[in-house]
Every structure is written in structure tokens, then in C-alpha cells.
């Protein structure tokens, strides 16, 4: 069964920093992408930036310039260190991670992991 934990979220000023950390365990198959997404309350949840197998990163507009995600494609870990802290980055973060896989001739078979999300919240 496929786990996806993640941590680091917290309470931090604006301006300030924060490190989120996620860990992918038990699939059978090759992790294609890692990706961090958020949800405000009232919001939809969007994509905040993403790691593809093929080293392509992604960022939503928002966040570019200020937070970097990183994969350890081995260990199946993906970290987002996020700097200069606004309040509208304030959400539940979930780490998401999504997999490829056929038998045969088969369709090819898309599975998505999404972990429990973890609070991040910036205020002063």
C-alpha cells in the first residue's frame, strides 16, 4: 500500500522561511511526478510547484522566485523550501505523487498519491 507523509508545516511571520518534506513508500512502480499543491479555506486547491522524473520543475506564478522544490527520485522524497513568506501563502499543503504503469498490451494505468496535507499558516 502506497503512503505519502508529509511535514514541517507551522506558524511563521511573513517574511520568514519554511521547509516541507514529504516521503513516498511501497510502490511497486516508478514514481513519474512529485508535486506540492494547497488549499485555502474557501479555495480551490491549486498546484504550487512540481517535480517531473525528467528533472522539469514547475511553479505556479505566485510562489516563482520565492520557493524551490527538490526530489531525491531514489528515495522517493520531495522537499519545498519556501522563503519570503506572504500571508496569502497561508493553506493545508499536500504532497502529491502519481505513478505509470501497463501489463501487456493493456491501457496504460495512472495512479495518484495524495498525502494528508499539513498546515502552514503565515501571520503575524
Known amino acids: 500500500q502506497v503512503q505519502v507523509v508529509e511535514s514541517g508545516g507551522d506558524l511563521v511571520r511573513p517574511g520568514g522561511s519554511l521547509t516541507l518534506s514529504c516521503a513516498v513508500t511501497?510502490?511497486?512502480?516508478?514514481?513519474?511526478?512529485m508535486a506540492w499543491h494547497r488549499q485555502a479555506p474557501g479555495k480551490q486547491r491549486e498546484l504550487v510547484a512540481a517535480?517531473?522524473?525528467?528533472?522539469?520543475?514547475q511553479y505556479a506564478a505566485s510562489v516563482q522566485g520565492r520557493f524551490a522544490i527538490s526530489r531525491d527520485r531514489a528515495k522517493n522524497t520531495v522537499t519545498l523550501l519556501m522563503d519570503e513568506l506572504k500571508p496569502e501563502d497561508s493553506g493545508v499543503y499536500y504532497c502529491?505523487?502519481?505513478?505509470?504503469?501497463?501489463?501487456?498490451?493493456?491501457?496504460?494505468?495512472?495512479?495518484?498519491?495524495w498525502g494528508q496535507g499539513t498546515q502552514v499558516t503565515v501571520s503575524s
Open positions: 502529491y505523487a502519481d505513478s505509470f504503469h501497463q501489463y501487456g498490451a493493456g491501457p496504460e494505468i495512472h495512479d495518484e498519491y
Open positions: 511501497g510502490s511497486r512502480f516508478r514514481i513519474n511526478t
Open positions: 517535480a517531473r522524473v525528467g528533472g522539469d520543475m
